[in-house]
């Protein structure tokens, strides 16, 4: 089976660093996902990291450590826009998502 | 290329009737997965599917069931259909050996009254 676990809610303010942790522990590990959900919208991809280390994408960068069973998502720099919820998925074949964490940005 | 096409986007239903929620893919993917979002929840894995004649359940299957005779199609299928699943239901698929993304329909809202 898999476990999963995300904060559930964050703060932060505009032009702020926000990281968002995700555990997991899973069977047939390939790569974790994250993707960002606006409300009422399908999910968008953000990042699939299969190696360890940090992967930067612009604003948004994503950490994996294997042996840790441990990943976070780096979001600098926040907008307005980037008040969503934030999913991490460990890729095995099923794909099981967390509960994902609702990150709420203010002015 | 239109990617995950679902089918309908909205439906309402009554207690105890069927229906099925259509998914199409036309990016060659293997994997392809049902999930359901509840108001202010997270995605909960329904069925998924590795290829055409193979499916398997996920974390809640119970009242759904699914099919895969074909590499593009992958039908969701709700029997008797009760109030606990009013939801919407997203279809996704991906190919694992390329670039990791799972590509997403626009979901359905279905409401059971």
């Known amino acids: 089976g898999q476990n999963i676990d995300q904060p559930t809610e964050m703060t932060a303010t505009e032009g702020a660093i926000v990281q968002i942790n995700c555990t997991y522990q899973?069977?047939?590990?390939?790569?974790l996902f994250w993707y960002q959900q606006h409300a009422g919208e399908a999910p968008t991809f953000l990042s699939y990291n299969v190696l360890d280390g940090l992967e930067e994408k612009g604003r948004f960068s994503s950490f994996l450590s294997r042996s840790k069973g441990y990943s976070y998502l780096l979001l600098k720099e926040l907008q307005m826009k980037d008040s969503a919820s934030y999913l991490c998925?460990?890729?095995?074949?099923?794909?099981?998502f967390g509960k994902g964490t609702t990150l709420s940005v203010s002015s | 290329n239109a990617g995950v096409t679902q089918t309908p986007k909205f439906r309402i239903l009554k207690i105890g009737q069927s229906m099925t929620l259509q998914c199409t893919q036309d990016?060659?993917?293997?994997?392809m997965y049902w999930y359901r979002q509840d108001p202010g929840m997270g995605l909960k894995l329904i069925y998924y599917s590795v290829g055409a004649g193979i499916t398997d359940k996920g974390e809640v299957p119970n009242g759904y069931n699914v099919s895969r005779s074909t590499t593009e199609d992958f039908p969701l299928r709700l029997e008797l259909a009760a109030p606990s699943q009013t939801s919407v239901y997203f279809c996704a698929s991906i190919n694992l050996a390329g670039s990791g993304e799972l590509f997403f329909g626009e979901g359905s809202r279905l409401t059971v009254l």
């Open positions: 998925a460990p890729s095995g074949t099923a794909l099981i």
């Open positions: 899973t069977s047939g590990f390939n790569g």
């Open positions: 990016m060659n993917h293997n994997y």
